[in-house]
């Protein structure tokens, strides 16, 4: 993977090496630490990883369009921030291989991370845990500048100024808003469908019941 970008301060490979290993058992470890009686939601979990990560190299080429971020939305609502973060470090490594791995990778966990650490207290579904789209939409505008700000700090260096940085972030709002774009498409078009993947491994008897409210698209 290489280490070298312009986003951000550049890295060795050997530091990059360090950094991946680090995160990696992180992930790790928050995916095997104990945290329900009842874990049904390790494989619907990791094949959102995989839907994830394939979706944001496909829409690589539309400048920051990508659904991780309501995905990590769905995923601290639905499973709590300590999975939340363990999906967001997974996605994030498997898309940055094929997409670019740098510095700025650990900003945009730190980013993603924060989005699914937020939807855990600000949870997008409701008490009998189905997906509200009204929640779901206002979540999909307030979950942008926290990722946003976040990751534009991976650019800050011994040379940056406050000037410096506050225009980056002007130049960057249009960016912003294709985010929202982004984040609102993906959440209208395939927010329920999502919930439902992550409901795969529920019990039969739960999914019946969710159907018969018209919860899920699927």
Do not use: C
């Amino acid at each position: 993977m290489s280490a070298i970008g312009t986003h951000g301060p550049t890295v060795s490979p050997a530091v990059m090496l360090l950094l991946n290993v680090a995160l990696f058992s992180v992930a790790i470890w928050l995916l095997v630490k104990p945290q329900y009686k009842n874990e049904t939601w390790l494989w619907p979990l990791l094949m959102f990883v995989g839907l994830a990560a394939g979706g944001r190299v496909a829409l690589g080429f539309i400048p920051n369009v990508m659904p991780v971020t309501i995905m990590a939305l769905l995923v601290g609502s639905k499973f709590g921030a300590q999975r939340g973060i363990a999906f967001v470090i997974l996605v994030t490594l498997l898309s940055n291989a094929v997409l670019g791995h740098g510095w700025w990778s650990l900003f945009q966990i730190l980013g993603w991370g924060s989005v699914a650490v937020v939807a855990s207290g600000i949870r997008v579904h409701d008490d009998e845990n189905r997906l509200s789209m009204n929640r779901l939409t206002v979540a999909s505008l307030w979950s942008v500048p926290i990722f946003s700000i976040i990751v534009s700090l991976s650019i800050i260096d011994s040379g940056m100024t406050v000037t410096g940085f506050g225009i980056y972030l002007i130049n960057g709002v249009l960016f912003d808003v294709l985010h929202v774009l982004g984040n609102v498409f993906f959440a209208m078009w395939f927010g329920h469908w999502f919930d439902r993947l992550l409901d795969m491994n529920q019990p039969q008897q739960h999914l019946v019941q969710e159907e018969n409210e018209h919860v899920s698209t699927f």
